[in-house]
């Protein structure tokens, strides 16, 4: 396809100066693609400029009707191309299991990671952690003081240090083969503006939040960990987005997940919301220099043919997302709980539109 080429400069950092990717072609620049996470930080905020890149989770692990199938992805099964973010969920990390709650194991999502790195695209972390005082799921918000009692202090305390613990055992993990770490977003706490994780609005206070936050940052940074960004995602209305904001010396990225449904937010909302957002994410930009990203977008089982051109191309504008990410096309549920077309899917000829928008980008736009 003509689109135009996105050479994003992470992909081309040799002996830490970046060139254009003529120089990576004609000189067999062994590309040490993100070396370092500033790289990746800017070339995001170059990316924007451009377009937004499309992201889907667990995209390459399993999709409607497959599952662990080499180099396959719908979305790539659609229109020939991968996403240029992929997301991963480390969701059961914390008790060092062999799978994530999605019953992924954390093997292939290391395989995936690694493969997304190597082709140049962008990777993503969230983490749907249980509930460290019932050992429930995150889901579980029947008792508030959750967070309190896993800062200092707190009778979970040591518990959770033992989780961050194990979170981080499999983050060292994350190498290629040849030991280089690899720069990747890590996206805890998300959605906390809502009610229905441990961590959200109502079960804990704006202190306790900012605590959990600084503290998850401190422990890893404390470990090492010099390729981690992160992104602070709450959900729904950002109209109090920097309610819980951790402080511009936490946060590398801003963002928002907002879902279209028939039943909560209906199509002409949804639109609404999006560039209302949009608006707040531009003028945070513009305080912070930090970009934004819609981390969590979709309409399930995308029931509207012209979705991605006529409601999320048309609500995004002219507003500068550097990704927008849908989530995931859960094999596990039948074709029920999915965000991204498959051949054959209602939504199918207008995501290939989608793709030619020569604004939107997917993995070849970067590396070619
Ligand atoms: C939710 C759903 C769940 C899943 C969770 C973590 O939105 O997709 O089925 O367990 O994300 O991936």
Known sequence: MNKMNICLSFLIVSSGITTGCSSLNSQNVQPNRVSDTETLLESLKESAAKGYMFGHHDATIYGIGWENDENRSD????????????SFDLGHIEHNNENNLDNVSF????????????RGGIISLSWHLDNPMTDSSSWDNSQTGVVKSILPGGENYEKFQGWMDNLAGYLETLKTEDDEKIPMFFRPWHEHSGNWFWWGQDLC?????VSLWKMTKEILTEKGFDNLLYTYSPNGDCAD???????NDYVDLLGFDLYQSDNYINQEKFISLIQKNLS????FNKETGKPYAITEIGYETVANPKWWTEVLDHAIGDYKPCYVLVWRNAREKGEEHYFAPYPGQ?????????????????LNDIIK
Not at 107 to 118: L, M, S, T
Not at 205 to 209: A, H
Not at 350 to 361: A, G, L, S
């Open 75 to 86: 979305i790539k099964s659609v229109c020939g191309d991968y996403p240029a973010v992929i």
């Open 107 to 118: 093997d292939k999502i290391r395989k995936e990671i690694v493969n997304q790195y190597k």
């Open 205 to 209: 206070t704006v202190d306790e939040y």
């Open 241 to 247: 987005y920097m309610e819980k904001y951790p402080g």
């Open 280 to 283: 707040i994410m531009d003028e």
């Open 346 to 362: 209602l939504s199918e000829n207008d995501f290939v539109e989608f793709y030619n928008n020569p604004k939107t980008i997917f």
